[in-house]
T-cell receptor, first 114, second 115 residues
Framework: GDSVTQMEGPVTLSEEAFLTINCTYT??????LFWYVQYPGEGLQLLLK?????DKGSNKGFEATYRKETTSFHLEKGSVQVSDSAVYFC?????????????FGKGTKLSVIP | DTGVSQDPRHKITKRGQNVTFRCDPI?????LYWYRQTLGQGPEFLTY????????KSRLLSDRFSAERPKGSFSTLEIQRTEQGDSAMYLC?????????????FGPGTRLTVT
């Protein structure tokens, strides 16, 4: 079945440090890939997405590129801020009729310290 | 849009009791999803509706779980004879068919604790 593996946390970085959170997937067909973020006390929010190979999703300074050859969708940000502290989830949605569920990784907790 | 809302936000119940949660999706969103999230894990899909029709159910949805969306608007998720293993955050999401995007918008969740 479909699965998502993302790096274990927690990750602690100093403000303005470079962030990478690794995500790899296993899926049949050609999935769409997503990063969701969950800020403390809030619901899941879509951060960015990519729907086909080599697409780059970007939002709020975060980027991730859909790499079909390595089945990866790593999240990066050049300079993190304290406000980026949250739990980040990588997810996929497989293509095909009637298949709309999201499959999530376990999440990576990021803490950014001043 | 006011966003997806869920009620209650927290529920504590004793083992063996029945509980019901409600989800109000974003208006005009015709798809509605339920997920379950346990501590330290990502959300796991339970079921989804398109309008009032329940089109997909996960193997995680045992016979004690039932979901409805009677008029294609709000949805309820009922758990009968709760067990301690049912303790989790129950998330609802909605999306709109036909936008080409189908982004799922999540509610804040209902945290269930079974004692």
């Amino acid at each position: 079945g479909d699965s998502v593996t993302q790096m274990e946390g927690p990750v602690t970085l100093s403000e303005e440090a470079f962030l990478t959170i690794n995500c790899t997937y296993t899926a049949t067909g050609y999935p769409s890939l997503f990063w969701y973020v969950q800020y403390p006390g809030e619901g899941l929010q879509l951060l960015l997405k990519a729907t086909k190979a080599d697409d780059k999703g970007s939002n709020k300074g975060f980027e991730a590129t859909y790499r079909k050859e390595t089945t990866s969708f790593h999240l990066e940000k050049g300079s993190v801020q304290v406000s980026d502290s949250a739990v980040y989830f990588c997810a996929l949605r497989t293509s095909g009729a009637g298949s709309y569920q999201l499959t999530f990784g376990k999440g990576t907790k990021l803490s950014v310290i001043p | 849009d006011t966003g997806v809302s869920q009620d209650p936000r927290h529920k504590i119940t004793k083992r063996g009791q029945n509980v019901t949660f409600r989800c109000d999706p974003i208006s005009e969103h015709n798809r509605l999803y339920w997920y379950r999230q346990t501590l330290g894990q990502g959300p796991e899909f339970l079921t989804y509706f398109q309008n009032e029709a329940q089109l997909e159910k996960s193997r995680l949805l045992s016979d004690r779980f039932s979901a409805e969306r009677p008029k294609g608007s709000f949805s309820t998720l009922e758990i009968q004879r709760t067990e301690q293993g049912d303790s989790a955050m129950y998330l609802c999401a909605s999306s709109k068919l036909g936008t080409g995007d189908d982004e799922q918008y999540f509610g804040p969740g209902t945290r269930l604790t079974v004692t």
